[in-house]
């Protein structure tokens, strides 16, 4: 069982490649990939960069080089949901890309071509372990739904409505519905994990600064244990 795990940014993924075993590190297309040993089993990290494009590069190629056996995308995201505070948690049943969009063909927004869906599901073994292990929380809300990506950091009440009133998405990103997608089409099971770094609103940009660290450390913790207990 090898897992892959993809972080957008470093902070979202250097705690886990410092606490890594027997790395080996290689880069392919400016993306930095470490194989080896966490917690004892064995895994591939990767930062992927910000946004779809390089989520996509990312994920395809760690499925070509690395043939993991699952991916899970590790990091933070803006609350949609006003149950959902900052450092809350949110664990994906399906992923959907908010900027997709061909509804002058009759289309639903979101339909993604091709595939010819909206809501690409996750695994349902992958969300139940992630479940499990995000009981070592405390003092956290854990959220299963849908995560909505798109190629814009959402930081504005109207934005954050569109989200929410076209696809009843609990957290919103900029990778795991490209990671997901990636994953589909190559018959890979994945999730998202996603702590909340800010609620996507106006003043989204100054929470993210703030909070980022204290998000991340959540993901870190549940990530940890998840590959302690499979
Ligand atoms: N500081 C970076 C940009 C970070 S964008 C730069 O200057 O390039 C925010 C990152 O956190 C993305 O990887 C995204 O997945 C996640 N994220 C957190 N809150 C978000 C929000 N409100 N909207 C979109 N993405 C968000």
Request: charged share 25%.
């Amino acid at each position: 069982m090898k897992i892959g795990i993809i972080g957008a940014m470093d902070i979202e993924v250097e705690e886990l490649i410092s606490s890594m075993d027997d790395i080996k590190k290689e880069n392919i297309s400016r993306i930095d990939f470490y194989e080896g040993r966490l917690q004892d089993k064995n895994v591939v990290v990767a930062k992927c960069g910000v946004g779809k494009v390089h989520a996509a590069v990312c994920t395809q190629t760690m499925i070509l080089k690395y043939a993991p056996d699952a991916i899970i995308n590790t990091g933070v995201a803006g609350s949609l949901n006003s149950e959902l505070n900052i450092a809350d948690i949110v664990i994906s049943d399906g992923v959907v890309q908010h900027d997709f969009d061909v509804s002058p063909f009759g289309k639903p927004v979101g339909l993604i071509s091709g595939i010819d869906l909206i809501k690409i599901p996750c695994s349902e073994e992958l969300i139940n372990k992630l479940v499990r292990a995000a009981e070592i929380l405390e003092d956290t809300n854990i959220a299963v739904g849908t995560v909505a990506s798109g190629d814009q950091f959402i930081c504005s009440k109207e934005k954050k409505d569109y989200i929410v009133n076209n696809f009843n998405a609990l957290c919103t990103e900029m990778e795991g519905a490209s990671i997901g997608h990636v994953c589909y089409i190559n018959d890979v099971n994945f999730c998202i994990v996603r702590a909340m770094s800010d609620k996507a609103d106006g003043t989204a940009n100054m929470d993210f600064d703030s909070f980022v660290k204290i998000a991340v450390e959540k993901s870190i913790l549940l990530i940890n244990n998840f590959l302690k207990q499979i």
